[in-house]
C-alpha cells in the first residue's frame, strides 16, 4: 500500500509540476503582460473583448485553482511523511481521501446539469483533485489559446497591412499600365487599410478579422482582373506573333507560286492545267485586315481583338494552303520538263556505252525530243512520248 500511495504522490507531484512551468510560460508572454500588466493593461474592445475577457477572468481562477491543487498535494507529502513504520490504516485513508477523493473545497461552483445525478444539487463546494484539474485544463486551453491569437495578430498585422498596402501600389501602377480602371476598389481597401490601423491596439482579433473578410477578398479581386487582362494581353501577343508569322509564309509562298505560274506559262504549252494564284488584292486585305487588329488592340479592345485574331488566323491558313497546292500545280509541269531532260540524257548516255549513239532511229527521236524539250513552249505530252520511244528503241537494241 505504501508503494501504492507513493506512486500516486509522485504523479500528482509530476502533474504540478508540469502544470506551474506551463502556467508560467503563459503568464510571461509579452501579450499576456499587455492584456493584464497593470497602468500599461491595454483597453480592450470589439472581438478580443469577446473573446480575451472572459479568458483572463478564467486565468485568474485558475491561478487559484493551481494553489488549492498545490496546497492537497502537499498536505498529501505531509501526511505521507508521519506515516508511521508500521501503516496506519487512518493516515493511509486520509491521504488516499486527499488525492482520489472529493477533498477540495471551492467556492460555490455551478454545477452543468451534464454532470449531475438525479439527486446532485445544482451547486457543490467540493471537487477531486482529479476534476479540478480537468477544469483547470480547460481554463488553460481556452486562455492560451486566446493569448496566442492576440498575439500572433499583434505580430503580424503591422506587417500584413503593410503588405496590402505594397500590393495597392503596385496594383496600381499595373492597373495603369494595363488601362484599366480598378482605382476605386484600392482607394476603397487603402482606406479600409488606414481604419484598421487605429484598431490594432484595442482590437487586435477584430482588426483581423476586418482584414480577412473585407480587405483581402477586395484585393484578391482586383488581382484576378488584372491576372485576366495580363492573361488576354499574352494571348493576343501569341496570336499576333502567330499571324505576323503566317502572314510572312503566305507572302513567301504567293510569291512562288506567282513565278511557278508564269514560268509554266512560258516553258509548256498546255496552261489548262495551271491554277492561278491568289489575286494580290486578297493578299493585301489582309494585310490590312491584320494592321486593323493591332491597331485595335492599341485602343484597349481585348476580347474583340482575340476574336478576329481567330478569324484572321482561320483565313490566312485557308489562303496559304490554297497558295501552296497553287504552287505544287503549276510546279508540277516544269518538274516532268526538267525530268524529262534528265531522262533523254541519262538514255543517250546509255545508248553511247552500248555504242548505239549512230543509230539513225535514236538519233532522229533524240533530236526532236531536244528540240520540244528546249524550246518553249514544250508539248509535254508529244515531249514524252518521243523519251519513251527512245527507251523502248534503246532497250529493243540490247
Not at 136 to 161: E, G, I, S
Request: proline share 4%; net charge negative.
Amino acid at each position: 500500500m505504501t508503494v501504492e500511495i507513493d506512486q500516486l504522490i509522485a504523479d500528482w507531484k509530476n502533474k504540478v509540476n508540469i502544470a506551474g512551468q506551463n502556467l508560467l510560460e503563459l503568464q510571461e508572454l509579452p501579450a499576456y503582460q499587455r492584456l493584464c500588466g497593470g497602468f500599461l493593461r491595454v483597453k480592450l474592445t470589439g472581438i478580443t473583448a469577446t473573446r480575451v475577457t472572459p479568458a483572463l477572468e478564467a486565468m485568474n481562477d485558475l491561478f487559484q485553482h493551481f494553489d488549492l491543487l498545490v496546497q492537497t498535494i502537499d498536505k498529501a507529502i505531509k501526511l505521507r511523511q508521519q506515516l508511521p513504520r508500521f501503516l496506519s490504516t487512518q493516515k493511509t485513508s486520509e491521504i488516499v481521501q486527499l488525492l482520489t477523493g472529493a477533498s477540495i473545497e471551492l467556492p460555490m461552483v455551478q454545477t452543468p446539469l451534464s454532470e449531475r445525478e438525479l439527486l446532485t444539487g445544482a451547486n457543490t463546494n467540493k471537487i477531486t483533485p482529479a476534476q479540478l484539474l480537468e477544469v483547470m485544463q480547460n481554463a488553460f486551453t481556452v486562455a492560451r489559446d486566446a493569448v496566442l491569437a492576440v498575439d500572433h495578430a499583434w505580430t503580424h498585422l503591422d506587417m500584413m497591412l503593410a503588405d496590402a498596402e505594397a500590393q495597392i501600389f503596385s496594383m496600381q501602377n499595373l492597373a495603369l499600365s494595363l488601362n484599366q480602371d480598378c482605382q476605386s476598389e484600392l482607394i476603397q481597401a487603402a482606406s479600409a487599410i488606414a481604419s484598421l490601423r487605429q484598431t490594432i491596439e484595442h482590437d487586435p482579433l477584430g482588426t483581423s478579422e476586418v482584414f480577412k473578410q473585407q480587405v483581402q477578398p477586395m484585393l484578391a479581386q482586383v488581382k484576378a482582373t488584372l491576372d485576366q487582362v495580363i492573361k488576354q494581353q499574352n494571348e493576343i501577343r501569341d496570336k499576333l506573333a502567330t499571324a505576323k508569322n503566317l502572314l510572312q509564309q503566305l507572302k513567301e509562298i504567293h510569291t512562288k507560286a506567282i513565278a511557278a505560274f508564269a514560268e509554266c506559262q512560258d516553258k509548256v504549252l498546255d496552261h489548262s492545267i495551271l491554277l492561278p494564284p491568289l489575286p494580290e488584292e486578297q493578299i493585301e486585305a489582309l494585310k490590312q485586315w491584320l494592321m486593323r487588329l493591332e491597331t485595335k488592340l492599341a485602343e484597349g479592345l481585348v476580347n474583340p481583338i482575340i476574336v478576329g485574331l481567330d478569324n484572321w488566323t482561320i483565313k490566312a491558313r485557308e489562303y496559304i494552303a490554297s497558295e501552296q497546292q497553287a504552287y505544287a500545280v503549276n510546279n508540277a509541269p516544269l518538274q516532268t520538263r526538267q525530268e524529262l531532260r534528265g531522262r533523254l540524257d541519262a538514255l543517250q548516255a546509255k545508248a553511247l556505252a552500248r555504242r548505239l549513239i549512230e543509230d539513225t532511229i535514236l538519233t532522229e527521236l533524240a533530236l526532236q525530243a531536244k528540240q520540244l524539250l528546249y524550246s518553249r513552249p514544250t508539248p509535254l505530252n508529244k515531249a514524252a512520248e518521243l523519251v519513251s520511244q527512245y527507251e523502248r528503241r534503246l532497250n529493243g537494241k540490247q
